[in-house]
């Protein structure tokens, strides 16, 4: 069955510096997504993408991130300079179709996200 | 701001138990209910899509009910197994707010044997 996959599983990264959160798709998808989860809290939308463009950001997603598929199969999500807030499993996600009615979301596994 | 809930935030059953669990959410302007089951160390995988009022799915021996004027979805598991042991999420989009899906905090379930 095909599988989002993310890289790394883990990282961990000194404030202020820059990590990039890698995600290849499924490949016959056009919808992809970045959700992350806050310890002990509830799972965050951060952005969508369609079509090679932000489809739509939540608050969280300020100037501090970037998204890029820079090759028609890998997902990036950048975070310029890291702060401890930044700490969290990031879920990378793809869908066939416009999720609403269709189908539900294809989840990878999740990077977790240590800032120190 | 959107809110959904689910309750109990954790379950304990023994094997072979049947449960049900809860998720609220608003009950103006449903759009689409989502399910997933997410197990430790694993991704979230999409249990159920729910779109209409009434709406009863069913895999296996896992069931959810969704009423959409009231504002919740049920989840049922018959016959509990302990490898259905997992968090347990619904994820709920109403048509005013915005492409995407808000996450309740999940039910997490411990089937003993």
């Known amino acids: ?116 | 701001i959107l809110n959904v809930e689910q309750s109990p935030q954790s379950l304990h059953v023994q094997e072979g138990d049947s449960t049900n669990f809860t998720c609220s959410f608003p009950s103006s302007n449903f759009y689409a209910l989502h399910w997933y089951r997410w197990e430790t160390a694993k991704s979230p995988e999409a249990l159920f899509v729910m779109t209409l009022n009434g709406d009863e799915k069913k895999k296996g021996r896992i069931s959810a009910t969704l009423n959409t004027k009231e504002g919740y979805s049920y989840l049922y598991i018959k016959g509990s197994q302990p490898e259905d042991s997992a968090t347990y999420l619904c994820a709920f989009k109403g048509d005013n707010y915005g492409q995407n899906f808000v996450f309740g905090p999940g039910t997490r379930l411990s089937v003993l044997p």
């Open chain 1, 1 to 116: 069955e095909p599988e989002v996959t993310q890289t790394p599983s883990h990282q961990v990264t000194q404030m202020g510096q820059e990590v990039i959160l890698r995600c290849v798709p499924i490949s016959n998808h056009l919808y992809f997504y970045w959700y992350r989860q806050i310890l002990g809290q509830k799972v965050e939308f951060l952005v969508s993408f369609y079509n090679n463009e932000i489809s739509e950001k939540s608050e969280i997603f300020d100037d501090q991130f970037s998204v890029e598929r820079p090759d028609g199969s890998n997902f990036t999500l950048k975070i310029r300079s890291t702060k401890l807030e930044d700490s969290a499993m990031y879920f990378c996600a793809s869908s066939a179709l416009d999720t609403p009615r269709g189908y539900g979301y294809t989840f990878g596994s999740g990077t977790r996200l240590t800032v120190v």
